[in-house]
């Protein structure tokens, strides 16, 4: 060992202390000391179990466990020396304890790093995953509470960013709705693909050692619903396996993606041209040049970190291809990525939550923005099918009225119909009916659809959840 450099706890067959260089590039411990929590959890149930198969005593466990649990006070009052040069969270708490505990000479037995960060990780993922989880949950009840406020609001619904058909307010807000719950359910597999033990699985090979995984894995919560310990089934796998970081890189993807999307629809609905909603000072900026400007940046940099969300998953994926079983040090490279999009997620999610109770739907223009009859035109078509007109015939007829609408300069519920008879003689005069908004948005009432009682009972459904 050279002077004055510490001991690795793989120290024992270097004659020289790592390159300075090599402790840059080796060391995690800037990124991975948040595990502190998982990695003191997991050690403490590794003693627990040490003790149970009688490899240490009850007294040494004792030792190791308030030795433990001091290191995290520690830690948590942020009086904890993080030192780089022991390049990990898992060697930090080690070396400290070591210090304090004799006993902690022997707390690594039958145990590698590659298990153990594995382990503090899935722990980490059923944490993150429930944090998650609340933040997705408010901002479903933030949508619903703006759904109620708006359900009588009605905008025209695009098809390529063309006016297409009315629908309230209510019932685009909750297409969110639905997205997010199923990001909750992304979420939740998760969750449950992270509740296995990789304990006991050493550096690749096991121990000859006779631990006990069931009792490690039950010590650590990783039960199914009848409270029986799940362990992981092949030891290589579990060392190497970053599946979970992944799904939950995914996962995160597919909320960013969704929340991008909503985003980008307040950013054009806050717009001058749309000014279907007034956002709330509280979630915008002004300009330092342009003293009128009220800008949207809140919903831009949700946009903008969903773009990260997407690159950590390229990343993770990226990096997993190609290796080769089992650990490999790239590995370390798996935390960052995570890390980030756990916290942009969250921080993503709630500012839409505490954002969305701010905002106000601008009834005026919405109903100017859907005063145009031709979205209604569908339903005209819809009348005369309804008249036994085939369909194709029945578009092909509203078509010829929407071209005499344009070449006449008269909107279409309002062409005289003398002229609109000729086209058809299953137009009757009481086609115009057709252009009758709120009938147009009731008649749509089956599940699914827009029409105020549909919405309604949605809301209802949201609620109850
Ligand atoms: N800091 C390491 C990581 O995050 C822990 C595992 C180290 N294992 C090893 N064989 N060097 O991956």
């Not at 590659?114 to 503090?120: F, I, K, L, R």
Request: proline share 5%; charged share 25%; net charge negative.
């Amino acid at each position: 060992m050279a002077e004055g450099k510490k001991q690795a706890t793989w120290g024992g067959r270097f004659s020289e202390g790592p390159a300075e260089l090599m402790l840059r590039i080796g060391e995690s411990v800037s990124f991975d000391q948040r595990l502190a929590p998982f990695d003191v959890q997991g050690s403490k149930a590794q003693a627990a179990m040490l003790a149970h198969v009688g490899i240490i005593t009850d007294e040494e466990r004792d030792a190791i466990q308030a030795g433990l649990d001091a290191i995290l006070a520690k830690v948590e009052a942020g009086e904890f020396f993080w030192d780089p040069e022991l390049e990990d969270v898992h060697m930090n708490i080690e070396q400290a304890l070591t210090q304090e505990v004799p006993a902690a000479a022997k707390l690594h037995t039958a145990r590698s790093r590659n298990d153990q960060v594995a382990t503090d990780m899935r722990l980490w993922f059923k944490y993150a995953c429930d944090e998650v989880d609340a933040s997705l949950a408010a901002v479903i009840a933030s949508l619903v509470d703006l759904a109620e406020r708006t359900q009588t609001v009605i905008i025209p619904g695009y098809t390529h960013l063309q006016r297409a058909q009315p629908v309230s307010m209510a019932h685009h807000l909750l297409a969110y709705v639905e997205m997010f719950a199923r990001d909750r359910t992304r979420i939740a597999a998760v969750k449950e693909q992270a509740n296995v033990c990789p304990l006991g699985s050493g550096a690749i090979a096991g121990t000859t050692l006779p631990i006990d995984r069931e009792f490690v894995a039950k010590e650590l919560g990783f039960v199914d619903a009848q409270g029986r310990p799940q362990v992981t089934q092949n030891s290589m796998d579990a060392v190497s396996d970053r599946d979970s970081f992944i799904q939950f890189a995914s996962a995160c993807a597919s909320i960013g993606v969704h929340l991008s999307r909503l985003a980008e629809d307040f950013i054009l609905w806050s717009s001058a041209e749309f000014g279907f909603v007034k956002l709330p000072d509280a979630f915008t900026t002004g300009s330092s040049l342009m003293p009128q400007k009220k800008n949207p940046d809140a919903f831009e940099l949700i946009r903008g970190k969903s773009a990260r969300l997407t690159g950590n998953l390229q990343m993770l994926l990226t990096m997993v291809k190609g290796l080769p079983l089992t650990y490999n040090r790239d590995l370390q490279e798996d935390k960052p990525p995570v890390f980030d999009s756990f916290d942009q997620t969250v921080l993503i999610l709630d500012c839409v939550a505490a954002c969305l109770p701010g905002v106000q739907a601008d009834a005026k223009r919405c109903a100017a923005a859907v005063a145009d009859p031709a979205l209604l035109a569908t339903d005209v078509v819809d009348y005369l099918v309804k008249k036994a007109v085939p369909f194709r015939e029945a578009h092909h007829v509203v078509g010829a009225l929407v071209g005499l609408s344009e070449q006449l300069e008269t909107p279409l519920n309002e062409l005289p119909y003398e002229e609109v008879a000729k086209i058809h003689a299953a137009l009757g005069a009481d086609w115009v009916d057709a252009f009758d908004l709120s009938k147009a948005l009731a008649a749509r009432d089956k599940p699914g659809m827009p029409g105020p009682d549909q919405v309604a009972a949605r809301i209802a459904h949201w609620r109850q959840k």
